[in-house]
């Protein structure tokens, strides 16, 4: 297993903590069944991959062990967000037969989480995701982490978490405030419903949260279950 570093943690204000405090808990009283949460959008910047990474953070923080998984293979944020450097592989790597799993899983600086990077920019990444292998990389994660996030490409511009979302218990769409309408969301949730997969909730990112209209910057709330 590698050891990486985050050479740049943003600590997170009260409020912003306290939020992602609350998705945590609603994910936890989703089920004992579900561990394996799939984190999707419409489109890019909607702050998906902040998102997913500061839960896993929080999922940490409270004891469970977690590995983060970084599915996005065609545009991977994560590196370079989060200033990593020496990773020597990745889930593109692995997925496609050039390293083990044991080697692609990094131990990082935040106890109790771990990481699976994108890797290399590979051309079939749609095929890859689908493939068995990556199945049966999830089932073998599940026996060893309490909780598996998975970060993957907005739906709304690529098939892929559609491709991966048959394989997790359940979806969280995350939803940019006051830039996506009401039908493309509506879009993308009929596309994960078709994959057979559980949508769990969303979280409404990049909330106002002051009348001078300024924007929590990671801040999201969570609305529940589609439908009810």
């Known amino acids: 297993m590698q050891k990486i570093v985050f050479e740049k943690l943003e600590e997170l204000d ?14 936890q ?4 069944d579900t561990r394996t949460i799939l984190f999707t959008s419409c489109t890019p910047n909607e702050g ?9 953070r929080s999922f940490a ?8 998984i970084d599915a996005d293979l065609r545009k991977s944020v994560l590196v370079g967000r989060y200033k ?12 496609s037969g050039q390293s083990k799993l044991e080697d692609t899983i990094c131990q990082t600086n935040i106890e109790n989480m771990d990481i699976i990077f994108a890797g290399k920019v590979p051309p079939n990444p749609a095929e890859l995701l689908g493939s068995e292998t990556f199945q049966e990389m999830i089932q073998k994660l599940r026996e ?30 995350v ?3 006051n830039a996506i309408s009401y039908k493309f969301v509506q879009e993308v949730k009929g596309q994960l419903e078709k994959s057979g997969c559980r949508i769990i909730g969303a979280v409404l990112n990049k909330v106002q949260m002051s009348k001078k209209g300024k924007y929590g910057k990671y801040y999201g709330k969570y609305y529940g ?3 009810q």
């Open 48 to 56: 998906k991959s902040s998102v997913t990474f500061n839960l896993a």
């Open 225 to 227: 279950k589609y439908g």
């Open 175 to 177: 939803i940019e405030n």
């Open 144 to 173: 060893e982490y309490d909780y598996i996030l998975i970060d993957s490409p907005p739906l709304g511009s690529v098939i892929d978490s559609a491709i991966i979302a048959p394989f997790t218990d359940g979806a969280v769409l």
């Open 61 to 68: 923080q409270n004891g469970k062990k977690v590995i983060l």
């Open 29 to 32: 009283f989703s089920g004992n």
């Open 84 to 95: 990593v450097s020496d990773v020597a592989s990745g889930l593109s790597y692995y997925l």
């Open 14 to 27: 009260y409020r912003s903590d306290e939020s992602y405090k609350t998705i945590r808990t609603n994910i």
